[in-house]
């Protein structure tokens, strides 16, 4: 087999980033990387599981993957499908050599060495028991201006309809000594920008019990050369007002916090068991309204969950309608395996599904489009992201995540990763217009 890899990455940011962990590890073994498939002695696959019939359409890519198979060529399955699927791969697939879930990414070195004595059916799989995360210096980050630390590994909370916590294993945190060291390292390569990561961020607990959640995420921001610390997913049972006092009060923690709510409804939370109710939510929204900062709010809502009648979704509405989000991730609910909600009936129709998303998602866009002119005018701080020639702009995003499109009157263009101070001029739905000042 030819020391050469192509990988290929679907769903969230915690999988993104695996891969750079992923990639860094294997190039510490002396494979290289490629960008094509067809050049690869290796390919790996990330897979995702988190809605539609995810592990179907893993199935029919190794089907396309099959004809590629070569003198040589080997096949791995990694990431939330690997783990939910587990040896059944191998079964339908017989190609693949590797079967590993993320909460094993640490023994992949020896799992690469086992690959290239020959073996063939090589398994990563979590017993949903290991208290392990994945530490490694070597880490091939596809960015070179902002990256991102895992915090937190796995998941606790059980919502009834998410596979994450048979996928991803138990909920695991970092010592706060090796994420501060991660966070110098990456400070000292020059990364102005670290987003911390975590299925349940905020649930962070120190082994160390030396630093909560709000002060880490506050040393992070005072390392010299940092200038905008992240982070994601909160839970809003984890959520504590010490994380709002912390970004009122340190200037580098952007003024962006994403909160998913999931539904309006008491009685739908219930269902679903995210233990808060929407007053318990909407007494965190107002934390976080409070604070001297304008701090940007965006949400995850799950439409046609098991039960959910028109007045329940339209509870949702009206709660987007107090909170103002600034954005919003819409979903229809996909039944998975393993979870709770998958023995409960799908009951409402796709199209009812289609319906619902759609007054949710139009009821966003109005919200957006008037909350977003409270920009106009503004001077702020953008981080530049990338160049659009043709219109002569410069793509940018602010510190609470927006995207800033903005001209210059500068005959030399912006530096990616740069800075740039900008004034507000026109605001959209999704986006706003500005000019470099
Ligand atoms: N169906 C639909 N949406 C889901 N999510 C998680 N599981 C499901 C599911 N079974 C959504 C939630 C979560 C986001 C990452 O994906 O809104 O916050
Ligand atoms: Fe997909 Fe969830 Fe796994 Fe991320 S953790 S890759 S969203 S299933």
Known sequence: MSKTFYIETFGCQMNAHDSEKV????????????????DAGLILYNTCSIRDKAEQKVFHRLNEYKKLQGEGKRFAVIGCVAQQEGEKIFDKAPY?????????????PSMLERLERGESRITGLDDKKTTET?????????????????????????CAYCVVPYTRGNERSRT??????????????????????????????????????????????ELSGIRRVRFTTSHPR????????????????????????????????????????????????????????????????????????????????TLMDIVQYDAIFAFKYSPRPNTPAISMADSISEDDKVARLKVLLDRQREIQRISYERHLGEVMDVMVEGH??????????????????????????????????????????????????
């Open 23 to 38: 990639v860094g590890t294997l190039e510490q073994q002396g494979y290289v990387q490629t960008q094509v498939e067809d």
């Open 96 to 108: 693949v050599s590797i079967v590993a879930g993320s909460a094993s990414y640490r023994n992949l």
């Open 134 to 158: 994945f530490e490694t210096p070597f880490v091939a980050r596809t960015n070179q201006h902002r990256g991102y630390i895992t915090i937190i590994e796995g998941c606790d909370k059980f």
């Open 176 to 221: 706060s000594d090796s994420v501060m060291e991660e966070a110098r390292r990456m400070a000292d390569a020059g990364y102005t920008e670290i987003q911390f990561l975590g299925q349940n961020v905020n649930s962070y607990l120190d082994p160390l019990r030396k630093k909560t959640f709000a002060e880490l995420l506050v040393a992070v921001g």
């Open 238 to 317: 984890d959520f504590t007002k010490d994380i709002v006092d912390a970004i009122d009060a340190t200037e580098t923690l952007c003024d962006h916090v994403h909160l998913p709510v999931q539904s309006g409804s008491s009685r739908v939370l219930a269902a679903m068991n995210r233990e808060y109710t929407r007053d318990w939510y909407l007494e965190r929204i107002a934390w976080i309204k409070a604070a001297k900062r304008d701090i940007s709010i965006t949400s995850d809502l799950i439409v046609g969950f098991p039960g959910e009648t028109e007045a329940e979704l339209m509870e949702t509405a």
């Open 388 to 437: 659009n020639t043709q219109r002569v702009q410069v793509v940018g995003r602010s510190s609470q995540n927006k995207t800033v499109n903005f001209t210059t009157t500068s005959p030399i263009l912006p530096a990616l990763g740069s800075y740039q101070r900008v004034r507000v001029t026109q605001t959209f739905p999704n986006s706003l217009l500005a000019e470099a000042i």
